[in-house]
């Protein structure tokens, strides 16, 4: 089974930026992903992206600041995280996906990596 181990989180101030790291035990080859969730909300879609990086898809409250990417080379999805805001405070999931397909809801991914925490001060 694919390992996923989030890194690169921590505190940053609003308007700062982060990169989050999702390294794999082995090349997911599935469509991976990014959720997260803050204190008494639900499990929310951040961005997913083909292992090809052939299709992206944003959440809304992302788009224009969030970007995707993977590295082949060291089998790792990295989040860019622009202009952040206290909204964006959360703990963050990296996720692989049940198919090849960019995927937007927790259903459908199998694997998820243990959550980083994000925290975006005002």
């Known amino acids: 089974q694919v390992q996923l181990v989030e890194s690169g989180g921590g505190l940053v101030q609003a308007g700062g930026s982060l990169r989050l790291s999702c390294a794999a035990s082995e090349r997911p080859l599935n469509a991976m992903g990014w959720f997260r969730q803050a204190p008494g909300k639900e499990r929310e879609f951040v961005a997913s992206i083909t292992w090809h990086s052939v299709d992206k898809s944003y959440g809304d409250a992302v788009k224009g600041r969030f970007t995707i990417s993977r590295a082949s080379a060291n089998d790792t999805v990295y989040l860019q995280m622009n202009s952040l805001a206290p909204e964006d405070t959360a703990v963050y999931y990296c996720?692989?996906?049940?198919?090849?397909?960019?995927?937007?809801?927790?259903?459908?991914?199998?694997?998820w990596g243990q959550g980083i925490q994000v925290t975006v001060s005002s």
């Open positions: 996720a692989q996906g049940r198919t090849i397909a960019v995927i937007t809801s927790t259903d459908g991914f199998v694997r």
